[in-house]
């Protein structure tokens, strides 16, 4: 099978200022992280406010460069060595983002919000773009008497089907979705994800599909990558990974998602917050959160080491 | 004293505008007993966080309560003036709401926060270190001289319970407390208010539209859609075999851990809007179980300590032994 | 989460609206049929000395410069002593008010509007480019907009009228280069707040060119409190202007401004109080319109109030 999306040893840092005249000290985003979606296929990536995924996310967007190491799109690179971007249009990921209120310009009619993507070059002219609205529309399951209205005149999940058709205006093979259910009521959160599962079989998308519970993101996912503090501690076929969980943190997030009754004996495995990247632990970087801490945690970042044939996971406990 | 702590019995809010009157909450009833943990869950739009404002007092000046009581400790809300019901918040019930950052002033200290919740309770400044000790924080002082934000969001929501709970309220409402939290945080602060809720023997009002939220924390749960309370009952019961075909949506509508479904099962449609609002069921026009009959006001169903409103209950039931079997 | 607002936001979607006209047409006759009461108002009391203004020459019964000193400080219509044909009186040198009013109309309104375009069309491409680009250019921009800021700009007015004749496009050049600094910082401050929206993001992404985003997405919402601000402004201009003529740095006789016609009839306020009430209440009916106008355009302007409730 061949790959759409590779990502080659990303690593991303931020230089960031604590004062006025204070050093730069390196905030590290995303730390030496590989990763790679086969055509068609849907990879999902768990991870908390902080763990980086959103960071990842823009550098396969196009919008943030990687510090070193490199982002691929079918073989081509997302950025120059310049770090500017050079894939554009249908070559490029197209985002899905998670708040639908704030990513529709209030001020433009659905029609408008369509057709931007279509007026960047190579330009698409203006019979067929309005042919490319409507077709859109169709493939969202949006009336075309929605052309004319604007963003607040629908709810939530009806914009998020304007996102997510202007997303595909340009024809993409591979969207990323930022959260794109999180904002929504749960009733319209299952139509969306149907949505997008019907739009993978009906364009064959791939997808790299964010999400911080691990509900929507099983549902969807046909592999999984669990992000902590920059770096992936567990990935593997999601299935196997939710089923038997091997990293500490991949068990909590299973274990908080579970709704068992505190009443009956429910618990919450996981103390604390995740550290500061700013600040982050010596050695392994969960091990400030971590039950099964033992001495060599502090000592030594764990590798991301095979554990079966398709999963790996970063933990000094064998 | 066989009165519960918190008795809404149909409750009416409506949207007064330009002589209009359009109801938001229309005929909501429920109760609390004195430590008991109730959830309100719905959509956006259900009116549950209407609900859950109204019992507080603190409805925006577009909404009012048009009919029905309130009845905290046998006396009447409602009826009671601006000043007695702000003197009744704090030491009697307290709230914590959805986004804790907006809901602290960013100019002033934890402590000088703390203290002016802690005022009105007559808490002092022991109660007050002990307070943020039992939510969680190591070193009560150090919180106390720094500002909000300097804290993480689930510190502040912390904060807020402490704020809230320091005071000893009998009741405290909690809309959407976890929803801005990330998932391994989010149960942090439930257990928390569980625990609390068990050891300080307070009522909890929940407002949410996540099921696993009201699972985890809740006794007793009502069902809210399009300003009404479509089912209640116990946790463990409703959720396990809905008495409405509301709720059984919702349920099948979420994926859960392990899911191995390839669709969802998702409720076609949107909420009605309360100028669609009319006597039959509001939910007909999106249910698979609808008939003609669902144009009539559906009658409310009560069975032992379960109630739903809705004319289909035995094809509901019928359909979930089917689908165990 | 907000439940009345949500609420009403969600309705309208499932319902199929009728086949849609084009859009400027709906636009236009539904935004016709909501202007409120107070902005016909605003409307009418702009538009008359609009009209006025521009058909001046047709308009006025006297040349507005004739001196005839046996005329001089006749009273307006009503009041003893009215003579026929000076509808509004004349003033001190016997010249008719009427005539002057309207043709003070011209030159008054002028410069209120072009100094605003002027300030406006500065303040917004600063403001703009300083709230989108990268971070020395904002910070460029706003440290030269802070050291004017730091100068008073009537000192700023007055070192400039030394230098320039004064008059009524020295006035216009003054007043915009002195006015724009507000622009620019507002503005800024918005373009701030909205480039973190996802909207802006996504376009980014899309592969829209800075001036498309700046124009496109960020000109319209910033849109509001310009309109807002240039109404405002416009109405201290013509305050402004009228100070300045009174201290004579402003237009120089023979031409009129309304600003101008109050200070000559200062003298004259105990025998004959029309000479200059009459151009003051000119000034307060102009600006009471002009902000009763931006205030429902605005209103217009944003798709969220023109549509459903």
Known sequence: MTELLQIQDVRKTFGIRSSFLGRKKDLVAVEGISLRIPKGRTLGLVGESGSGKSTLANMVTGMLAPTSGQVLIDGQPVHDQKGKVALRGESGAQIVFQDPYSSLNPRMPVAQLLAEPLKVAPKVLMPEREQRVNELLDQVGLPRSARQKYPHEFSGGQRQRIVIARALARRPRLLVCDEPVSALDVSVQSQILNLLKDLQDELGLTYLFIGHGLESVGFMSDEIAVMYLGRIVEQGPAHQVLADPVHPYTQALISSSEAIPFHAGGTVELTGEIPSPLNPPSGCVFRTRCPLVTDICAEAVPALTPRSESRMAACHRR | ?325 | MAESTTMSASGTGSVEPAPAKSFSQRSWRSKLRRVPLSGWIGLVLVGVPAVVAIFAPLLMPHSPTEIDPTRALLPPIGMEGYQPGHLLGTDNLGRDLLSRLIEGARISLLIGVLSVVLAGSIGLTVGLAAGYYSKWIDALLMRFVDALLAIPSILLILVILGVLDPGMWTLIFVLGITNWVIYARQIRAEVLELRERQFIRAAQNFGVSGPTILLRHLTPNVMPSFIVLSTLSVATVIVTESGLSFLGLGVQPPDISWGLMLTTGRDYLATAWWISTLPGLAITFTVLGILLLGDWLRDALDPRLAVGR
């Open chain 2, 1 to 325: 004293m066989s009165e519960p702590l918190l008795k809404i019995q149909n409750l009416q809010v409506s949207a007064t505008r330009s002589s209009a009157k359009l109801p938001v909450v229309d005929g909501a009833s429920l109760s609390i007993e004195r430590g008991e943990r109730v959830a309100l869950v719905g959509e956006s739009g259900s009116g549950k966080s209407v609900t859950c404002f109204s019992a507080m007092g603190l409805l925006p000046e577009s909404l009012q309560v048009t009919d029905g009581s309130i009845r905290y400790q046998g006396s009447e809300l409602t009826a009671l003036g601006a000043e007695k019901l702000r003197r009744l918040r704090g030491p009697e019930i307290a709230m914590i709401y959805q986004e804790p950052l907006t809901s602290l002033n960013p100019l002033l200290t934890i402590g000088a926060q703390l203290k002016e919740a802690a005022g009105r309770a007559k808490a002092g400044r022991r109660e007050i270190l002990e307070m943020l000790d039992r939510v969680g924080f190591a070193d009560p002082p150090r919180i106390l001289r720094q500002r909000p934000h300097e804290l993480s969001g689930g510190m502040r929501q912390r904060v807020m319970i402490a704020m809230a709970l320091v005071g000893r309220p009998k009741l405290l409402l909690a809309d959407e407390p976890t929803t801005a939290l990330d998932v391994t945080i989010q149960s942090q602060v439930l257990k928390l208010m569980y625990d609390l809720s068990y050891d300080l023997d307070t009522a909890v009002l929940i407002v949410s539209h996540d099921l696993s939220v009201v699972r985890k924390l809740a006794d007793t749960v009502h069902v809210m859609y399009a300003g009404q309370v479509v089912e209640s009952g116990p946790v463990k019961e409703v959720l396990a075999t809905p008495r409405h075909p509301y709720t059984q949506a919702l349920l099948d509508s979420a994926p859960h851990m392990g899911d191995t479904r390839d669709r969802l099962e998702s409720i076609p449609g949107i909420v009605p809007t309360p100028d669609q609002w009319d006597q039959g069921c509001r939910f007909r026009s999106r249910c698979p179980l609808a008939t003609e009959q669902c144009e009539q006001r559906p009658p409310k169903v009560e069975e032992d300590d379960r109630a739903s409103m809705c004319w289909h209950i035995d094809r509901l039931v019928a359909r979930q032994q089917e689908a165990a079997v």
